[in-house]
């Protein structure tokens, strides 16, 4: 009896941390998954990653107009899109409301140029019907680690593109 309820408690404990570490909607892993991944990244091994972000744009419009049901519909057509374009291990985050985040690891800039390529040609990008009454379209931006920038300002360099493809759509 003993055994069973330790093997029950163990796999409870796993669920725990499973939903800790998830996004309950998307069951991306989150932010908090991100940050304590990032802290264990040592200098020496910042010049295998990328980044690149993903916001939705018209989200907060969606929710207001068209309710919080078809706001999520679009957050989980964004998680989808990025699956999609996951190769490898390159784990994808939800960050929080309508930013997402991918790390890709080990790509030349050729490479980092023809995936956001791919990824801004990719009609799911648009992930409303025309005929719907407030249009989303994710942005994307990414940043490629040339030598050893801090990653925290790679992050913010790929910040910085999402948000000119942002504008670009307004």
């Known amino acids: 009896k003993d055994s069973v309820r330790l093997i029950a408690a163990g796999q409870e404990a796993e669920?725990?941390?499973?939903?800790?570490e998830?996004?309950?909607?998307?069951?991306?892993?989150?932010?908090?998954?991100?940050?304590?991944?990032?802290?264990?990244?040592?200098?020496e091994q910042y010049a295998k990653y990328s980044f690149v972000l993903f916001d939705l744009n018209n989200l907060k419009k969606m929710n207001d107009i068209c309710g919080h049901e078809s706001g999520d519909?679009?957050?989980?057509?964004?998680?989808?899109?990025?699956r999609k374009?996951?190769?490898g291990?390159?784990?994808?985050f939800r960050m929080g409301?309508?930013?997402?985040?991918?790390?890709?690891?080990?790509?030349?800039?050729?490479?980092?140029?023809?995936?956001?390529?791919?990824?801004?040609?990719?009609?799911?990008?648009?992930?409303?019907?025309?005929?719907?009454?407030?249009?989303?379209r994710i942005a994307i931006g990414y940043a490629y680690q040339q030598g050893s920038i801090d990653l925290e300002k790679l992050?913010?360099?790929?910040?910085?593109?999402?948000?000119?493809?942002?504008?670009s759509h307004r």
Do not use: W
Not at 89 to 92: H, L
Not at 155 to 167: L, P, S
């Open 73 to 82: 519909e679009v957050i989980i057509k964004t998680a989808d899109f990025i």
């Open 155 to 167: 992050i913010e360099e790929a910040d910085q593109n999402m948000y000119k493809d942002k504008q």
């Open 89 to 92: 291990d390159n784990p994808g």
């Open 97 to 136: 409301g309508d930013e997402f985040m991918l790390v890709v690891c080990d790509k030349t800039a050729e490479e980092m140029q023809t995936l956001e390529a791919v990824m801004k040609s990719d009609p799911q990008t648009v992930l409303t019907a025309p005929e719907k009454e407030v249009q989303c």
């Open 85 to 87: 374009h996951q190769t």
């Open 15 to 20: 669920s725990l941390r499973e939903e800790a």
């Open 22 to 43: 998830r996004d309950g909607l998307t069951m991306m892993k989150n932010r908090r998954t991100f940050e304590a991944t990032l802290r264990t990244v040592k200098p």
